[in-house]
């Protein structure tokens, strides 16, 4: 749902689309990787090549190899993996905290909510 361009989050994951010529997107997954939301999150992002926050549940993806093969930038909420004790498992994933996460999704010019 998108109230004032901001994302409310009525599903498990939502899409931020870009209006950059590239026709990028943003992914915010927020379940975990053992749920067929989760997955189907990811399984958006890899398909369309976009950038993918992981948040709540949804930093488990950044254990192992769980998004090997992964195109796009993966971000992570670094609230999130502090809270599950993540820290120093993250590789690969470029950190931010909620206000990054915010700035991040009012550059965009439509957000579309995904359940």
Same mark, same amino acid.
């Given at each position: 749902?998108?109230?004032?361009? &901001? #994302?409310?989050?009525?599903? +498990?994951?939502?899409? $931020? =689309? ?16 053992? +749920? ?22 949804? #930093?488990?993806?950044? =254990?192992? *190899? &769980? ?5 796009? +930038? $993966?971000?992570? #909420?670094?609230?999130? #993996? ?22 991040? &999704?009012?550059? *965009?010019?439509?957000?579309?909510? $995904?359940?």
């Amino acid at each position: 749902m998108v109230i004032g361009g &901001m #994302v409310t989050f009525c599903g +498990t994951f939502c899409i $931020a =689309l870009r209006q950059r010529g590239d026709y990028g997107m943003i992914v915010l997954i927020k379940s975990a990787p053992d +749920t067929p939301e989760g997955k189907r999150g990811l399984e958006m992002a890899r398909d369309m090549s976009a950038d993918v926050i992981f948040l709540q549940d949804g #930093v488990y993806f950044c =254990l192992d *190899e &769980m998004i090997e093969g992964f195109c796009g +930038t $993966a971000y992570a #909420v670094i609230e999130d #993996v502090e809270l599950r004790g993540m820290q120093d498992a993250m590789r690969s994933i470029r950190i931010i905290d909620w206000d990054k996460m915010i700035d991040m &999704m009012e550059e *965009e010019d439509k957000v579309v909510g $995904a359940f």
